[in-house]
């Protein structure tokens, strides 16, 4: 007996099948920046709450405790960390691999603004056949890297709903794909 198809949304979603290729996308220093990046916003949301409005008071002298020095130096070491992974990330949009490169970070392109367009139509499910496949970024995730919690959700949302792999590919470097599928950034 077979498992049944996982659920998305309320709606089966079938298993992959046929013939795959690996793509490599994402060189390591692109995803180890990647996850440096994403820590240091999380320790500096943290340690920035807490140097904003201190939930708790340390008993007894303070000056023993220093806690909202240590507090403050991690808020401060986690900025460095977060504003070094900008500065190789600006240098790898130029020494990336195509996939990596700035061209490939922005839209650009005109094919890329002409794709927008149908890129939105499939996010809103108004022709959801019609949709361009990309190895790296679709326009639309191109166009959110200026919003984090946007680039979150399509990345999320592109794994669940197209099984496309957009965040194990940043773990491992890259993704399988469908053999006999066009990609516009191929």
């Known amino acids: 007996m077979t498992a049944p198809a996982p659920a998305t949304f309320g709606r089966p979603t079938p298993r ?10 994402w060189g390591w220093p692109l995803r180890a920046m990647h996850w440096l990046a994403a820590l240091a916003i999380v320790v500096l949301a943290g340690t920035g709450f807490f140097i904003g ?65 149908r890129q939105v139509k499939y996010y809103l499910m108004i022709q959801p056949e019609k949709a361009p496949h990309y190895l790296g970024h679709n326009p639309l995730q191109q166009l959110s890297y200026t919003f984090i919690p946007i680039h979150v959700y399509l990345a999320t949302r592109s794994d669940i709903m197209e099984r496309a792999g957009a965040i194990s590919s940043i773990i491992a470097g890259g993704k399988f794909v469908p053999a006999d599928r066009h990609h516009v950034d191929e």
């Open 53 to 117: 409005r201190p939930y708790f008071v340390v008993a007894g002298d303070t000056a023993d405790h220093f806690v909202m020095g240590w507090f403050r130096f991690i808020h401060f070491t986690a900025a460095a960390v977060l504003v070094a992974t900008v500065i190789v990330r600006v240098y790898w949009l130029f020494a990336g691999n195509k996939f990596e490169r700035w061209v490939a970070l922005f839209p650009v392109r005109p094919k890329d603004w002409v794709n927008m367009v």
């Open 16 to 25: 992959p099948t046929g013939d795959y290729r690996w793509v490599y996308l």
